[in-house]
């Protein structure tokens, strides 16, 4: 028997203007999302990034209050590689991230603020393909960013938010989950791959403690490696894949 031919992924659609990327840990967007990033930016899109930690328990080496501020310094200084100026935290504790109403009103707060009609997130199931499980702060965070969306549009979910002048937002028309086993869009990363290794490189404090590879080496070997595995969902192109959700 021969395997099924995987189905082709869509391009992302691209009629938006802003963009709210969610994420757990500084660096989780730089591992393969970053090449889109800096397509959007290229082609006059806005795009923000929140990150629910500072990812202060990420490097054991460094105890979290000296590590905290210096993997924020790497996150702000990796967006602006490819085109984003606004980086927020919301100030979970790393590790310990915990699905549940607090996330979610944080969240919704953070949709409201920015109001995007694309939000982006990471992937929200227990494991990465089957193979290997994922981070409880990964799941934690894709989960809630789904479910907050929702929430934003909501004035009478989280009404407090209303009272800080932070009117519901129901104009999210997509969410794009990156890293997902089940994508079905993408978007080309020929002209933001080299772009998105720089910003990985950012992160070197974080790169040097997890790996003894060059850091170079290790970052341009896993993005293009990334980039060509979608790309053979996608005619060929090096691509960034996402699962979307319409909404």
Do not use: K
């Not at 328990?57 to 993997?71: E, N, S, Y």
């Not at 990796?78 to 969240?107: C, K, M, N, P, Q």
């Not at 079905?184 to 003894?212: C, I, P, W």
Request: hydrophobic share 40%; proline share 6%; with cysteine.
């Amino acid at each position: 028997m021969t395997e099924p031919t995987p189905t082709r992924l869509e391009p992302m659609p691209g009629d938006w203007h802003r963009a709210l990327a969610v994420v757990a840990h500084p660096d989780d967007l730089e591992y393969g999302c970053a090449a889109a990033v800096a397509a959007w930016t290229d082609q006059g899109h806005e795009v923000a990034y929140v990150l629910a930690t500072r990812g202060e328990a990420g490097i054991d080496t460094l105890p979290p209050a000296a590590c905290a501020p210096l993997r924020e310094r790497e996150q702000r200084a990796s967006a602006a590689v490819v085109g984003v100026g606004e980086v927020e935290f919301l100030d979970h504790r790393d590790g310990v991230v915990e699905y549940g109403t607090a996330l979610r009103r944080d969240i919704a707060a953070a949709v409201r603020r920015h109001r995007p009609e694309l939000v982006v997130t990471l992937n929200h199931r227990d494991t990465w393909g089957g193979v290997a499980w994922n981070t409880p702060d990964h799941v934690a965070v894709g989960r809630a960013t789904l479910d907050a969306v929702a929430d934003a549009g909501n004035r009478w979910i989280f009404p407090e938010l209303t009272g800080q002048g932070l009117e519901p937002w129901d104009g999210v028309r997509w969410v794009a989950v990156a890293g997902s086993s089940s994508p079905t869009h993408a978007v080309d990363a020929t002209t933001g791959l080299e772009r998105a290794v720089r910003s990985l490189l950012e992160h070197r404090t974080y790169l040097e403690a997890l790996t003894d590879e060059d850091p170079e080496t290790y970052a341009r070997g896993l993005l293009t490696g990334f980039a060509g595995a979608a790309g053979e969902r996608f005619g060929g192109t090096p691509a960034v894949a996402f699962e979307v959700f319409a909404r």
